[in-house]
């Protein structure tokens, strides 16, 4: 009984240890089969789905996939000539990371998906983007500012990437397009014009939410995407940032928001954004995080190693 009672305690304390890499914290894993409907943005989920059952859409899909070479090869082009292409070669670790995340997020070839082309453009800009479309005989792009790169870390470039490759994996570009010009005819229409507009445009945040979801799966610790996004927004990686403090604003936002003068608050939600406001994506990504639904995706993961602790 005390071999077994040993042999038990061995096992579990073994169990624990191979959770761990190398530094101590806990294994990523890699989330083979992930399909995208497993981390989106419920408003997101439900539009694509809308679009995806709308008579006609095989068609405009079919359309778009067929002119998307063209414009993909005229930016293809342009990268090639003006920025720098990494590769095995060329910046191997950013490219480690990119597959890595590939890896992860089940965006390989196996996974339906070439890995990406990864490129860093000269800018003064911190950002990150990619056309989120599949092609379907290129690779897809993914760009990275000079300026993204030397204010994060590693983990912060990687959980940035991560979120383009959330775009890509759910081919934002595509389906949004398609619901735009699917409600072309609506926006025309009296009292309708308005309404559709605004599902549209909350259509567009939703997504974004959707792929900061898809860098937090990347980096599978929020306080590492919290960072990169603080980073992002402040302009500035010099003083330390505290992601608590950051969250603790977006309630005093709401607040003031809420006991505004209505004018204010009229002219403020009517505003037409491109992204969420910086408050709501942290805590927004701080919800999901402590969400059973995160913590089920990541339940059914593989362990994968990093490429760091491999060399070492």
Same mark, same amino acid.
């Given at each position: 009984?005390?071999?077994?009672s040993f042999?038990?305690?061995? #096992?579990?304390?073994?169990?624990?240890?191979?959770?761990?890499?190398?530094?101590?914290?806990?294994?990523?894993?890699?989330?083979?089969?992930?399909?995208?409907?497993?981390?989106?943005?419920? @408003?997101?989920?439900?539009?694509?789905?809308?679009?995806?059952?709308?008579?006609?859409?095989?068609?405009?899909?079919?359309?778009?996939?067929?002119?998307?070479? /063209?414009?993909?090869?005229?930016?293809?082009?342009?990268?090639?000539?003006? =920025?720098?292409?990494?590769?095995?070669?060329?910046?191997?670790?950013?490219?480690?990371?990119?597959?890595?995340?590939?890896?992860?997020?089940?965006?390989?070839?196996?996974?339906?998906?070439?890995?990406?082309? @990864? #490129?860093?453009?000269?800018?003064?800009?911190?950002?990150?983007?990619?056309?989120?479309?599949?092609?379907?005989?290129?690779?897809?792009?993914?760009?990275?500012?000079?300026?993204?790169?030397?204010?994060?870390?590693?983990?912060?470039?990687?959980? /940035?990437?991560?979120?383009e490759l959330?775009?890509?994996?759910?081919?934002?570009?595509?389906?949004?397009?398609?619901?735009?010009?699917?409600?072309?005819?609506?926006?025309?229409?009296?009292? @309708?014009?308005?309404?559709?507009?605004?599902?549209?445009?909350?259509?567009? @945040?939703?997504?974004?939410?959707?792929?900061?979801?898809?860098?937090?799966?990347? =980096?599978?610790?929020?306080?590492?995407?919290?960072?990169?996004?603080?980073?992002?927004?402040?302009?500035?990686?010099? #003083?330390?940032?505290?992601?608590?403090?950051?969250?603790?604003?977006?309630?005093?936002?709401?607040?003031?928001?809420?006991?505004?003068?209505?004018?204010?608050?009229?002219?403020?939600?009517?505003?037409?954004?491109?992204?969420?406001?910086?408050?709501?994506?942290?805590s927004e990504?701080?919800?999901?995080?402590?969400?059973?639904?995160?913590?089920?995706?990541?339940?059914?993961?593989?362990?994968?190693?990093?490429?760091?602790?491999?060399?070492?």
């Open positions: 009984m005390r071999i077994l042999c038990t305690l061995f #096992y579990t304390l073994f169990r624990g240890i191979s959770a761990l890499t190398t530094s101590g914290v806990p294994q990523r894993v890699a989330l083979k089969g992930l399909d995208n409907s497993k981390f989106k943005h419920p @408003l997101d989920q439900d539009l694509t789905s809308f679009i995806q059952k709308l008579p006609g859409v095989n068609l405009a899909e079919e359309a778009l996939r067929r002119s998307f070479p /063209i414009i993909e090869q005229g930016v293809r082009l342009d990268l090639l000539s003006s =920025a720098v292409k990494t590769s095995s070669k060329q910046l191997p670790n950013l490219h480690n990371l990119l597959t890595e995340a590939c890896e992860v997020l089940d965006l390989t070839k196996k996974g339906g998906c070439e890995v990406p082309e @990864l #490129y860093v453009q000269s800018s003064a800009q911190a950002n990150a983007y990619t056309l989120a479309l599949q092609g379907r005989d290129t690779p897809p792009i993914v760009v990275v500012t000079s300026a993204l790169l030397d204010r994060c870390t590693d983990q912060e470039i990687q959980a /940035i990437i991560g979120h959330g775009h890509l994996k759910c081919e934002h570009s595509l389906y949004l397009t398609i619901g735009g010009l699917a409600s072309t005819p609506l926006r025309n229409l009296p009292f @309708l014009g308005n309404a559709v507009d605004s599902v549209l445009q909350r259509w567009r @945040l939703a997504a974004e939410y959707t792929c900061d979801r898809a860098a937090l799966l990347v =980096a599978q610790d929020s306080n590492v995407v919290a960072g990169a996004l603080i980073k992002l927004f402040a302009g500035t990686s010099k #003083y330390s940032l505290s992601t608590d403090a950051f969250i603790a604003q977006c309630v005093e936002y709401d607040e003031l928001l809420k006991n505004a003068n209505p004018l204010v608050r009229g002219t403020i939600q009517r505003q037409q954004r491109t992204h969420p406001l910086p408050i709501r994506r942290v990504l701080e919800k999901w995080a402590k969400s059973d639904e995160y913590a089920s995706i990541l339940r059914n993961g593989v362990g994968i190693i990093d490429k760091k602790s491999e060399k070492e």
